[in-house]
């Protein structure tokens, strides 16, 4: 191996069922750096992390270690461990019924001559490896009286504790405030300046610019580039990550919609936040208008969603809906108030499989109507011809189960589940992911349809592209905190600087 490096892999490969995870995959981390790997939602960055840590078993490929001869095959996180590598992921697997100490040596604790627990001898080692971290707690107390990112720092103590060379850091920050993510930062550069190799996986831009050395993006499962991270502008960061060139910029040819903005309002947040993924923010749309949500993902697209919808409820903040005031605890409100929500996870919070196309269509418009005023069956039956007509459902039946259906007509019937309610306020979370580009582009003109029939929509996608077809304007998240809107001069490069952070990428 080269000088001063710790780790190294080499051209690794992974198959999943009918999907190449990993194709062919490098990267080098370096004694004593911290260094970010970065990638959208489906780059590869976990499926490498496991290939590392061996929880997957990698068909091509080698990784090497710094002291040991040959290449390295791990198992299991044991033998991971064993040579070096430790992994602390962002819901802590720990015991926080244990104290700190017990915690630290779980699986390891020292023993007397008589073969028990030397608990006194525990506590003084695990204080001493607190206090050399600069970790400021009382080892006896247990674990669950600490907050959540003293709690990762224990977990880091433990790893570095057990000789490691490499440590993972898998979203440690997530659900940390800004105050503890700069503790925690403390603790990864005093572990940096002992040498320790630490891969930072992290989708807060900030944060990379804030305390990494060095940036590897993948993308669709392959290896992108490693760069220096004075030499990756934000801006050029998130081309990289979404495969798009600010150089050769395609023009996109908007579908024409009218001037919104002086219809009536349809929806007001003003100051809606929820505890520890959205910051507060305020959101108007009009009657009539498609709002965009851009930004990478984890930046809180999803999460400023939820919060109007009540899937997650507001923690600050008030929400007008058609000039009133209302206060939304549950998503039943939000429906109440003439709301749908079709969420991102389709398969997770959207279809239920074992049902058929036709209960899958009437379950909102039901769920409205109460358990006391039942649909009868030839209503549903009605209703559910209506919309696989109307968004041409490809099933052999309605009384076909969804889950034998292709992903992009279960999208279709969870958005027939939504009209179905005569929505006047739509809620749109990657619609068209996972789906074909035909049905694509015919969820992106219903979409402008449905707005020119005044329902106001709010749409979020990884695609900007898409966006800019069906959106008049664009809210720009970033880290969890609403940073902007763009309207007049929409286009590719100015929503990718603004998901950057400032119109000329600075870092």
């Known amino acids: 191996m080269e000088e001063n490096v710790v780790l190294t892999a080499r051209g690794i490969t992974m198959t999943f069922p009918g999907v190449k995870a990993l194709e062919d995959v490098d990267f080098t981390l370096r004694k004593g750096e911290i260094h970010a790997l970065m990638g959208e939602n489906g780059a590869g960055k976990s499926t490498l992390i496991k290939c590392l840590t061996g929880i997957n078993d990698f068909e091509a490929g080698e990784i090497r270690l710094d002291g040991i001869d040959g290449p390295v095959k791990n198992h299991s996180t044991r033998d991971a461990q064993n040579v070096g590598i430790s992994t602390v992921y962002q819901e802590v697997n720990l015991c926080p019924n244990l104290s700190v100490a017990e915690n630290l040596f779980i699986g390891r604790e020292p023993l007397t001559k008589l073969h028990t627990i030397d608990r006194k001898s525990y506590n003084v080692r695990s204080q001493k490896i607190m206090d050399d971290l600069g970790i400021s707690v009382d080892v006896t107390q247990n674990l669950e009286n600490y907050s959540l990112a003293i709690q990762q720092m224990v977990a880091i103590a433990r790893a570095v504790d057990m000789d490691c060379k490499v440590l993972i850091l898998d979203e440690p920050t997530s659900s940390l405030d800004d105050e503890e993510v700069e503790k925690l ?44 991270i004075a030499e990756l502008p934000r801006v050029k960061l998130v081309a990289a990550m979404m495969g798009k060139d600010l150089d050769d910029l395609a023009e996109i040819q908007k579908d024409s919609l009218e001037n919104v903005q002086n219809n009536p309002m349809e929806i ?19 009657k009539g208008e498609v709002v965009g949500v851009a930004g990478l993902l984890g930046s809180g697209r999803s999460e400023l969603a939820r919060a109007i919808y ?8 008030t929400l007008e809906v058609d000039g009133k005031q209302v206060k939304i605890n549950q998503p039943i409100d939000a429906m109440n108030l003439g709301m749908g929500m079709l969420p991102d996870d389709r398969k997770a919070e959207g279809i239920i499989g074992d049902l058929s196309v036709r209960e899958n269509i009437i379950l909102a418009m039901q769920a409205k109507r109460g358990i006391f005023r039942l649909l009868s069956r030839a209503k549903q039956e009605e209703i559910a011809d209506e919309y696989i007509k109307l968004l041409q459902i490809k099933t052999a039946s309605k009384e076909t189960l969804i889950k034998q259906l292709s992903g992009g007509n279960q999208q279709k019937v969870i958005l027939a589940r939504w009209l179905a309610t005569n929505p006047d306020f739509l809620i749109l979370d990657e619609p068209t992911r996972g789906i074909d580009v035909g049905t694509k582009s015919e969820i992106q003109k219903l979409v402008v349809k449905l707005a020119g029939e005044g329902k106001s929509i709010l749409f979020i996608s990884s695609e900007i592209t898409e966006m800019l077809r069906t959106c008049n304007r664009m809210a720009i998240m970033r880290d969890g905190e609403k940073v902007g809107e763009l309207d007049h001069e929409l286009s590719q490069e100015s929503v990718m600087k603004a998901i950057a952070g400032g119109e000329g990428g600075e870092n």
């Not at 009540?310 to 903040?317: E, F, I, L, N, V």
């Open 310 to 317: 009540g899937a997650d409820k507001a923690s600050t903040g």
């Open 268 to 286: 007001s947040a003003k100051g809606i936040s929820h505890a520890g993924t959205v910051k507060p923010f305020d959101l108007d749309i009009h």
């Open 185 to 228: 930062f403390v603790l990864m550069r005093r572990l940096k300046d002992q040498g320790v190799g630490i891969i930072f996986v992290t989708h807060f831009l900030e944060q990379v610019y804030a305390v990494c050395d060095r940036i590897t993006v993948l993308r669709d499962g392959r290896f992108v580039g490693e760069y220096p």
